[in-house]
């Protein structure tokens, strides 16, 4: 028999604007072999992230870019076939930051142990991991939502978004999500239990704001900034709190569209405030706990965009930029 080979992608030119077929490149190797203290993972489903976008990207960010040449970096998950650390044995499920490849080595206190008999990896991928906790610790600690306030949401079909809103609503809080077609606004209201939806590719996100939001918006939970950001900033109400979670929408771009409306903040009394997950790393535990027990009793929906094959990486990543992810957005690797 053959040994396994290891197929990598792997950062091959910097984009301009959307990455294409030229941006990766795909490289074959050994399986490495764990040293002191790591594991070997192979892996089943890797995790598409939009933050994929910024990691490619040259210069200074909250974590430094991923180098030409380097295998790209994502968070994964999957089986221990080796290990050399005292806490995790062979057999036993990881994930982590393992890359767009088929193995990994890692440092066994750099992954966490997931347990697939409690919910499928590609969940543990999304509602219960990285997603998942954006949205929890996003939504109530700096969103701190009230029972009764009004909560928008943009990129609500999304993976972050879509457990925002679950979330808001479990809160008792009235909540509107911003989504692209008519497909992802009947989705989020029929299905997730949302009050109202807006499709931002059909339908004037300021007339649907003043419409589903008459007192004003309590919280902004914002995913995708530019132009949608300012519709929400003119339609917040006092004291409203604008959670910065991501600009999906211009992560593309060379020039990128700043709010213009952002003296809504003084008018209001309102904040802006952005966040990264990681920030959160001393209180996963607790986050973990509670989305733990929402998914288990049904509180909270989840849905995965599962996609076969590590070399459709390229394509598939591109996916979350044109909207067609129909949420959490995972590679099936093996
Ligand atoms: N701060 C943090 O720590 C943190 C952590 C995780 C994620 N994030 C951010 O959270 C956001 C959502 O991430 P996710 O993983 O949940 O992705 P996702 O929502 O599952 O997928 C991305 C979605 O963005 C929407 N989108 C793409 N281009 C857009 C545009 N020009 N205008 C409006 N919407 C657009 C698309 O939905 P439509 O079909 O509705 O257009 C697409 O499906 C991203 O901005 C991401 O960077 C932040």
Redesign the pocket.
């Known amino acids: 028999m053959t040994p396994p080979t290891n197929t990598c992608c792997r950062l091959a030119a910097r984009p301009e604007g959307m990455p294409t077929p030229d941006t990766w490149d795909f490289t074959e190797h050994d399986v490495p072999e764990p040293g002191d203290g790591e594991v070997l993972v192979k892996l089943s489903h890797i995790s598409l992230?939009?933050?994929m976008r910024?990691w490619i990207r040259e210069g200074h960010s909250y974590i430094p870019p991923v180098q030409v040449g380097e295998v790209m970096r994502a968070i994964a998950a999957g089986e221990v076939v080796a290990s050399n650390a005292e806490h995790i044995a062979v057999g036993d499920h990881v994930s982590g930051m393992l890359g767009v490849q088929q193995f990994a080595v890692a440092n066994g206190h750099a992954v966490q142990k997931i347990d697939p008999s409690v919910a499928p990896i590609p969940t543990w991928l999304g509602a219960l991991g990285?997603?998942g906790m954006?949205a929890y610790f996003?939504l109530l600690d700096i969103g701190d939502p009230k029972e009764g306030e009004t909560v928008v949401v943009?990129?609500?079909?999304?993976?972050?978004?879509s457990i925002v809103g679950q979330i808001a609503k479990l809160k008792g809080c009235r909540v509107v999500g911003?989504?692209?077609?008519p497909e992802?606004a009947r989705y989020v209201v029929e299905e997730l239990g949302f009050d109202a939806a807006i499709d931002?590719?059909n339908d004037d996100v300021a007339a649907g704001l003043r419409e589903h939001c008459p007192d004003g918006i309590d919280v902004y939970f914002d995913?995708?900034?530019?132009e949608?950001l300012d519709a929400a900033l003119a339609a917040l109400g006092r004291h409203a709190r604008v959670v910065i979670?991501?600009?999906?929408?211009q992560?593309n771009d060379s020039t990128f569209y700043g709010p213009k409306n952002y003296m809504a903040l003084l008018v209001q009394h309102a904040t802006m405030t952005?966040?990264?997950?990681?920030d959160y790393g001393a209180r996963i535990a607790e986050g973990a706990r509670e989305m733990g027990a929402w998914v288990a009793e049904g509180k909270i929906k989840t849905r995965e965009d599962v996609v076969e094959g590590i070399e459709a990486f390229p394509e598939t990543l591109n996916?979350?930029?044109?909207?067609?992810?129909q949420?959490?957005?995972v590679l099936h690797v093996g």
Do not use: H, Q, R
């Not at 995913?223 to 530019?226: E, M, P, S, T």
């Not at 952005?274 to 990681?278: D, I, L, P, T």
């Not at 996916?319 to 992810?325: A, I, Q, R």
């Open positions: 992230d939009p933050a910024g990285m997603p954006t996003g943009s990129g609500a079909a999304g993976a972050v978004g911003i989504a692209g077609g992802k931002y590719k995913n995708v900034g530019g949608i979670c991501g600009a999906i929408s992560y952005g966040f990264v997950v990681s996916k979350l930029f044109t909207g067609e992810n949420g959490k957005l």
